[in-house]
C-alpha cells in the first residue's frame, strides 16, 4: 500500500564520510519526516517539513541536514559519518492533519 | 508538551493468550490517538485509531477505546498468533494536526507456539 521509498536499504560506510539517505513518496504528500530508531526501537525526530522549502528540525537534528526542493523527495544529508550515526533511520509522510503516517522501508546505517 | 507513556517490553506469550499492552497519555486539548505495529525489517504502519472520546479502534482482531477520564488508549487482543510478534508504538497527534506525531518507546511483543 505504501508509495513511500528509502535508498539504501542498508549501508556500511567509514568515518568522516557524507552520505545522503533518499526518501521519495508518489503520494503528493505536504508532510514528510525523518526518524532515528534506535536498538531500543524508541523512534527520534529528526526533522520535518510541512512543504516544499520549509523544513523544521526535530529532537536530535544537529548532526545532519534535510532540503524540500520537491514535494516527493526529502534526502537527509550526514556531512561527516560518525560510529554513533549507526542506526536505522525511517522517512514518514502524510496528507491531511491527524491521518495516519506512511512509513518506508528504511536504511540500516553502520558507520566503521 | 505532550507526551506518551506506554509499557515496556518485552512481552512475551503463548499462542491464543491475551494481550494488553497498557498506553497513557498528557496532551492539551483531545488528541487523536494511534496504534503503530513494526514488524521485523519493516517500517511502521498504523493498526489503529481513534479522534474522539470514547471511540473504540479496531483492526486484525486487536482493539483500543480511546478514555478521556483515564487519558489511556490500552490495545487488546483476545487471542494473539505468532505472526502478531512485532513492536508496537501508541501515538499521539495533536488537535490541530500541525504539529508531529509524539511516539510512545514501543513494546515488543514475541508469541511463542
Known amino acids: 500500500e505504501a508509495d513511500i521509498y528509502q535508498t539504501p536499504r542498508y549501508l556500511v560506510i567509514g568515518t568522516g564520510k557524507k552520505i545522503t ?18 536498538p531500543g526501537m524508541e523512534l527520534h525526530l529528526i526533522h520535518y517539513s510541512y512543504g516544499v522549502n520549509s523544513t523544521e528540525k526535530g529532537d536530535l537534528s544537529s548532526e545532519s541536514t534535510v532540503s524540500r526542493i520537491r514535494t516527493e523527495h526529502f534526502p537527509l544529508t550526514l556531512e561527516s559519518a560518525r560510529p554513533s550515526h549507526t542506526s536505522q533511520y525511517l522517512c514518514a509522510s502524510t496528507g491531511l492533519p491527524n491521518e495516519k503516517l506512511f512509513f518506508g522501508s528504511g536504511t540500516q546505517l553502520s558507520v566503521l | 508538551g505532550d507526551s506518551v507513556t506506554q509499557m515496556e517490553g518485552p512481552v512475551t506469550l503463548s499462542e491464543e493468550a491475551f494481550l494488553t499492552i497498557n498506553c497513557t497519555y498528557t496532551a492539551t486539548g483531545y488528541p ?18 481513534a479522534t474522539k472520546a470514547d471511540d473504540k479502534g479496531s483492526n486484525k482482531g486487536f482493539e483500543a477505546t480511546y478514555r478521556k477520564e483515564t487519558t489511556s488508549f490500552h490495545l487488546e487482543k483476545g487471542s494473539v498468533q505468532v505472526s502478531d510478534s512485532a513492536v508496537y508504538f501508541c501515538a499521539l497527534s495533536g488537535r490541530s494536526g500541525n504539529t508531529p506525531l509524539v511516539f510512545g518507546k514501543g513494546t515488543r511483543l514475541s508469541v511463542i507456539a
Open chain 2, 32 to 49: 487523536s490517538l494511534f496504534w503503530y505495529v513494526q514488524y521485523p525489517g519493516e517500517g511502521l504502519q498504523l493498526l489503529l485509531k
Open chain 1, 21 to 38: 539517505l533518499e526518501c521519495s513518496q508518489t503520494m503528493g504528500h505536504d508532510k514528510m519526516y525523518w526518524y532515528q530508531q534506535d
